[in-house]
T-cell receptor, first 110, second 116 residues
Framework: QKEVEQDPGPLSVPEGAIVSLNCTYS??????FMWYRQYSRKGPELLMY????GNKEDGRFTAQVDKSSKYISLFIRDSQPSDSATYLC??????????FGKGTRLHILP | NAGVMQNPRHLVRRRGQEARLRCSPM?????VYWYRQLPEEGLKFMVY????????ESGMPKERFSAEFPKEGPSILRIQQVVRGDSAAYFC??????????????FGDGTRLSIL
């Protein structure tokens, strides 16, 4: 079993819809959880960073962590065509390197 | 632009040549991380460096690959005797300190290495 599992998509949704992106992980020692957005030919951009179970909201983005189920989610409200990108979940132990999921390609249809 | 700077953006090498990838961290950042991204694969950690020190190279292939972060100048990822399988996007990230608390990594836009 891989440490981090993420559905590669592609996921296509109409503009204005709520997007749900998910990752599962196998190692309960992970303490920090992140979501990155990566546009084509660009580097990953940090969107959300959290270390506890529960929800964290930032504008149209909500990150959710469920440590008991080893499951994290990213919700995007009122999706825009500019949200079309690859979304990478990532997690790490304390003071250690980051483990990334493979990324989910998201297409927002105008 | 105060972000992480990587150059060149694209690099083409023939099999057996050497590839040198450069990374200048964000201003005020003294920790550098190198990742490799293969097509349809996620980012894979390669090496973590501070100035003049390699902290963690557990993701680096044992042969042909080396990295340095000198006291002055950019961090360098060096690949000797390149092979086709080295074709990938190589990303550099930097942070202000060790990865604890709220010390996020900021990424550059990568170097795309193509081996002919």
């Amino acid at each position: 079993q891989k440490e981090v599992e993420q559905d590669p998509g592609p996921l296509s949704v109409p503009e204005g819809a709520i997007v749900s992106l998910n990752c599962t992980y196998s190692n309960s020692a992970f303490q920090y959880f992140m979501w990155y957005r990566q546009y084509s030919r660009k580097g990953p951009e940090l969107l959300m960073y959290t270390y506890s179970s529960g929800n964290k909201e930032d504008g149209r983005f909500t990150a959710q962590v469920d440590k008991s189920s080893k499951y994290i989610s990213l919700f995007i409200r009122d999706s825009q065509p500019s949200d079309s990108a690859t979304y990478l979940c990532a997690m790490r132990y304390r003071d250690d390197k980051i483990i990334f999921g493979k990324g989910t390609r998201l297409h927002i249809l105008p | 632009n105060a972000g992480v700077m990587q150059n060149p953006r694209h690099l083409v090498r023939r099999r057996g040549q050497e590839a040198r990838l450069r990374c200048s961290p964000m201003k005020g950042h003294s920790h550098v991380y190198w990742y490799r991204q293969l097509p349809e694969e996620g980012l894979k950690f390669m090496v973590y460096l501070q100035k003049e020190n390699i902290i963690d190279e557990s993701g680096m292939p044992k042969e042909r690959f080396s990295a340095e972060f000198p006291k002055e100048g950019p961090s360098i990822l060096r690949i000797q005797q390149v092979v086709r399988g080295d074709s990938a996007a190589y990303f550099c990230a930097s942070s202000r300190g060790r990865l604890d608390g709220n010390q996020p990594q900021h990424f550059g836009d990568g170097t795309r290495l193509s081996i002919l």
